[in-house]
């Protein structure tokens, strides 16, 4: 019996593969992100931390905007200290929302990663259609503030659905 398959990468076992070694003959190498997301006050996608709670819910809102206005800065302090670098996966929304912070991390030299418009929306969701336009509008955005196109994207909600694979390489990223 044969299968279904993707056809985007050949099977290749660990013992067949080239030994690989990171920059400076490292062995291990360890990804640092950090998700700068935006969500719609009071309406939307959100995660319940008081299920059946009044609407609209000011405690799901409150916990995220928190995130934008203090907690990622002290991420930040920390990866500063700690002298790593990382990638910030970016809504779009995020340069008309909190703009200080996605120039702070492009300061800080980090990979920006494409990361929708908003978490307010499931890219998974959508039509093929649909879904195009979102990465198309996430891309152009990110491209024209960055002066660069990303290479990498994680869907909003981490939500992807049959077509993106081919829709994101059709845009041109690589991961």
Same mark, same amino acid.
């Given at each position: 019996? %044969?299968? +279904?398959?993707?056809? +985007? ?7 067949? %593969? ?7 003959? +490292? ?10 997301? #935006? ?66 991390? +492009? ?16 890219? =998974? ?21 960055? =002066? ?11 939500? #992807? ?12 990223? %690589?991961?």
């Amino acid at each position: 019996m %044969r299968l +279904r398959t993707h056809n +985007r990468y050949d099977y290749v076992p660990l013992r067949g %593969r080239a030994d690989y070694t990171w920059p400076n003959g +490292r062995r291990l190498a360890v990804y640092f992100a950090l998700n700068l997301e #935006h969500f719609s006050y009071g309406e939307g996608l959100g995660a319940e931390l008081a299920p059946g709670g009044p609407q609209p819910d000011i405690l799901n809102f409150a916990w995220r905007d928190y995130g934008n206005r203090v907690g990622a800065w002290y991420m930040l302090d920390a990866f500063d200290a700690l002298q790593l670098p990382m990638a910030a996966l970016v809504n779009s929304a995020m340069y008309d929302y909190a703009p200080a912070l996605v120039a702070a991390c +492009r300061a800080r030299g980090d990979e920006i990663v494409g990361h929708g418009r908003t978490n307010a929306e499931r890219q =998974g969701d959508l039509d093929e259609a649909a879904e195009r336009a979102l990465i198309g509008e996430a891309t152009t955005r990110l491209t024209e503030a960055e =002066g660069r196109s990303p290479d990498g994207w994680l869907g909003p909600w981490i939500s #992807h659905s049959h077509f993106t694979p081919d829709l994101l390489a059709e845009a041109g990223y %690589r991961y």
